[in-house]
């Protein structure tokens, strides 16, 4: 059973940036390289919602509108990790970020589409 944690998220005021890294475990580097990654994110009272994807190689992304030029999704097989940098951080990019996991070759921004999710990371923005 692949696992997926999420680590990085932290309170930030607006304009700061943040890293958010998430860790594959029990799954080979073969295997993850495998698989297309996305974060998703939830806000209270609201439905979880694609953020950004990337392909199983890596070499092509995804961004919901929003934070187009902002964050920037990457993917690194050889240590089983996706990385969101979010930059320009606004309030309303307050929420829980999840890291999803599916075996897809190219991006996918389908919440459906994944079939490994992780707990998720707390990103508050202050204003």
């Known amino acids: 059973q692949v696992q997926l944690v999420e680590s990085g998220g932290a309170l930030v005021q607006a304009g700061g940036s943040l890293r958010l890294s998430c860790a594959a475990s029990a799954v080979s580097g073969g295997t993850f390289s495998r698989f297309a990654m996305a974060w998703f994110r939830q806000a209270p009272g609201k439905e979880r919602e694609f953020v950004a994807a990337?392909?199983?190689?890596?070499?092509?992304?995804d961004y919901e509108d929003s934070v187009k030029g902002r964050f920037t999704i990457s993917k690194d097989n050889a240590k089983k990790t996706v990385y969101l940098q979010m930059n320009s951080l606004n309030p309303e990019d307050t929420a829980i970020y999840y890291c999803?996991?599916?075996?897809?070759?190219?991006?996918?921004?389908?919440?459906?589409?994944?079939?490994?999710w992780g707990q998720g990371t707390q990103v508050t923005v202050s204003s």
């Open positions: 990337i392909s199983r190689s890596g070499n092509n992304a």
């Open positions: 999803a996991a599916g075996n897809a070759i190219l991006t996918v921004v389908t919440l459906s589409r994944y079939d490994y």
